[in-house]
């Protein structure tokens, strides 16, 4: 089977040509490196000729490269040698630790540096004279300085390829956390905006199907006044609205967070709209404030609970039950649930995944749906909304 060899570098084509043009300069002009070798001159050619074909696959099969340059250099020792077969030596030597396997980078310093001290001693003890010391100098400048500038290169190489490969993580991170934040604002604006403003379409909806099903003027003068109402509150809502959004709204100041103490106006208006509701507030005026989040949530999820109420319930009372324990806050709103005896406004669902959302967003527990067994005068059931929230964020969870 033939050896396939890959198809050198451009580069390393380059060292070739210009290495093989100065050795074949300095061969013509007989500027050789040794004397009183036993083969003569044209024979330093052969390893010249050799390590430019091993400059050739310095980059390709570096380690093939420095076991034959290797060989070369040392039969260049048998001729009168070229200067330009030591330099290619030195950066075939360079090159088979830059390029070559992670073993191959820590191996061969070792080997040269070995062999340096081998070459060192032996030529002491052959010798017996201090200019010995001088090969030793010459094997490591040919091998162990270039392997030892190859380990600094790759080192540095392998150094920067890590830095650049944290910085894109780093930058996909940054990414993935713009993306999350992007998406839970555009979740958040969308919880703010249903809330804030569906509870007036919904009564608009509702009254106008009313004015528009009755031939009755007075209902009809009714149902315009609710309808007017619930545009002028809808429409300031939405300007709130538009002032936190936006920083440069001119007059438009951003509103303060809706808390628990905002109930009153909000079962008010309810109360116009036609729901009949009471409020069964069981929490301790003394005791501790509850935390803006907390009574932002609560709030809506009232407020959405009372939209729902509007939209889906049957005539009879809507209850809402507030209740405060030392480490929690539930939330309890209950409406008449059966068939549809008048209009109703039409509903995504939206309102339950919105207030689910906000319960989850504070490690509380969310459940919603029609209560067992009959309850109601008319043989209908009971929905109800239960909502339990953490007082202390520490609480995840907490339920009571």
């Known amino acids: 089977m033939a050896l396939s060899l890959p198809r050198p570098q451009r580069v390393d084509v380059r060292i070739a040509v210009g290495s093989l043009l100065c050795g074949l300069v300095l061969w ?45 250099v040392v039969a260049d020792q048998f001729t009168a040698g070229n200067l330009a077969s030591i330099l290619m030596f ?18 061969i310093p070792v080997t040269t540096g070995l ?17 010995a010391v001088l090969i030793g100098v010459v094997t ?21 390829a890590a830095a650049k490969l944290r910085a894109e993580q780093t930058a996909l991170l940054a990414e ?21 403003v569906a ?12 004015a528009l099903s009755l031939d009755d003027p007075k209902t009809s003068k009714d149902a315009l006044a609710v309808i007017r109402e619930n545009s002028v509150e809808g429409l300031a809502e939405m300007r709130r609205l538009i002032g936190i ?23 008010a ?60 806050l539930t939330v309890r709103v209950t409406s008449p649930y059966g068939d549809p005896t008048g209009p109703r406004a039409p509903g995504s669902g939206a309102g339950l995944v919105g207030m689910r959302e906000r319960t989850e967003l504070l490690g509380g527990t969310f459940e919603a749906g029609p209560e067992a067994g009959p309850v109601t005068e008319g043989g209908g059931k009971i929905w109800a909304v239960s909502v339990t929230l953490p007082i202390d964020p520490a609480d995840e969870g907490a339920k009571e």
Do not use: C
């Open 199 to 210: 509870n007036h379409l919904s009564a608009i909806a509702i009254h106008s199907t009313a």
């Open 140 to 160: 490591a400048a040919i091998s162990f300085a270039p392997a030892t500038t190859g380990v600094l290169v790759r080192n540095h190489r392998e150094a920067t």
């Open 269 to 328: 208006g309810a109360r116009r709209d036609g729901l009949d509701i009471t409020l069964e507030d069981a929490r301790d005026p003394q005791g501790p404030k509850l935390p803006a989040p907390v009574e932002l949530a609560a709030y809506r999820i009232v407020q959405e609970s009372l939209t729902n109420a509007l939209k889906h319930a049957s005539p009879g009372r809507v209850t809402v039950s507030l209740v405060q324990a030392p480490r929690s």
């Open 90 to 107: 030195t950066d075939v030597v360079y090159a088979a630790v830059v390029y070559g396997t992670p073993a191959a980078a820590r191996r």
């Open 28 to 72: 013509a002009l007989g500027l050789h490196s040794q004397i009183g070798r036993p083969l003569g001159i044209h024979w330093a050619l052969v390893p010249m000729a050799t390590l430019v074909g091993m400059e050739l696959l310095r980059s390709s099969r570096p380690q093939l490269a420095l076991a034959v340059g290797t060989l070369a």
């Open 245 to 267: 959004l936006r920083d440069d709204s001119g007059d438009l100041e951003p509103a303060a967070a809706p808390t628990l103490d905002g109930l009153g106006a909000l079962l």
């Open 115 to 131: 062999v340096t001290v081998a070459v060192t001693v032996g030529f002491l003890a052959w010798f017996r004279e201090p200019e």
């Open 176 to 196: 993935m956390d713009r993306v999350q934040a992007v998406t839970a604002e555009r979740a958040r604006m969308a919880r703010e905006l249903h809330d804030m």
